[in-house]
């Protein structure tokens, strides 16, 4: 059994995506990227994630749909919200609900590793 901790990225933006995967991966952890939320949803009972990083707003399922959903079938991975587009009432509505972290794009990808090693150390 493998002790890689595994983060999952949900983005549809594809050079955000890769860039995020390439960045995860560099610091030693298993990474497996998904162009959107259903496409993450579907593959869950497959993989095992330590960690969720999702974008807010997607074609389909947003990222905050994509989280309440999780949490309303019993999921407990940690999330971490990345947007292009600022809004305070999603931001407080996100962490209220307990997500980890909110970063607005462009976020300093040190703060992203840092939050994400947090929460895989707890």
């Given at each position: 059994?493998?002790?890689?901790?595994?983060?999952?990225?949900?983005?549809?933006?594809?050079?955000?995506?890769?860039?995020?995967?390439?960045?995860?991966?560099?610091?030693?952890?298993?990474?497996?990227?998904f162009a959107?939320?259903?496409?993450?949803?579907?593959?869950?009972?497959?993989?095992?994630?330590?960690?969720?990083?999702?974008?807010?707003?997607?074609?389909?399922?947003?990222?905050?749909?994509?989280?309440?959903?999780?949490?309303?079938?019993?999921?407990?991975?940690?999330?971490?919200?990345?947007?292009?587009?600022?809004?305070?009432?999603?931001?407080?509505?996100?962490?209220?609900?307990?997500?980890?972290?909110?970063?607005?794009?462009?976020?300093?990808?040190?703060?992203?590793?840092?939050?994400?090693?947090?929460?895989?150390?707890?």
């Open positions: 059994m493998s002790n890689l901790k595994s983060i999952a990225v949900v983005e549809d933006d594809a050079s955000l995506l890769a860039a995020l995967e390439n960045l995860i991966g560099s610091h030693g952890l298993g990474v497996c990227g959107n939320a259903e496409a993450f949803l579907a593959q869950r009972d497959f993989i095992e994630v330590d960690c969720l990083i999702t974008d807010v707003q997607m074609d389909g399922m947003g990222g905050v749909e994509l989280f309440h959903t999780l949490r309303r079938s019993g999921g407990k991975t940690p999330v971490i919200f990345i947007t292009a587009f600022e809004d305070e009432s999603i931001h407080r509505q996100a962490m209220t609900a307990g997500a980890i972290a909110y970063f607005k794009e462009p976020f300093d990808c040190e703060d992203v590793i840092e939050c994400v090693e947090d929460c895989l150390a707890k």
